[in-house]
């Protein structure tokens, strides 16, 4: 199983999840809801107290990840397979452009 902080504009808004049998999940922190409940990371995922889940990574997410050269660059760099888009998802997208980003979970401090 593997883990990303979700945050938007640097707040934490939820916890992105790869469980061991391949789904992913999205689920909103409960003080993003209280305190965002309008201040949603994608159209296709308002904000809500319910899971989110796929047997793909969200398409907003995937779409957080460089394309083309800069792929080329991110895999080669980290020795990431492309089609691991979860491992290039938390390599690659702590700093990402635009008011979304992706921060790995340390399991010892699940932060």
Request: proline share 5%.
């Amino acid at each position: 199983m593997r883990q990303g902080i979700v945050k938007y504009n640097n707040i934490k808004a939820g916890l992105l999840t790869e469980e061991d049998n391949g789904e992913y999940l999205f689920v909103y922190d409960k003080d993003y809801v209280k305190n965002y409940p309008d201040q949603f990371i994608t159209f296709d995922m308002p904000v809500r107290d319910m899971a989110y889940r796929n047997n793909r990574l969200f398409p907003f997410f995937d779409g957080l990840i460089p394309e083309g050269w800069l792929l080329n660059i991110a895999a080669n760099s980290w020795k990431i397979n492309k089609n691991d888009r979860m491992g290039l998802l938390l390599a690659c997208c702590k700093n990402a452009i635009g008011a979304v980003s992706i921060h790995p979970v340390n399991p010892d401090t699940d932060e």
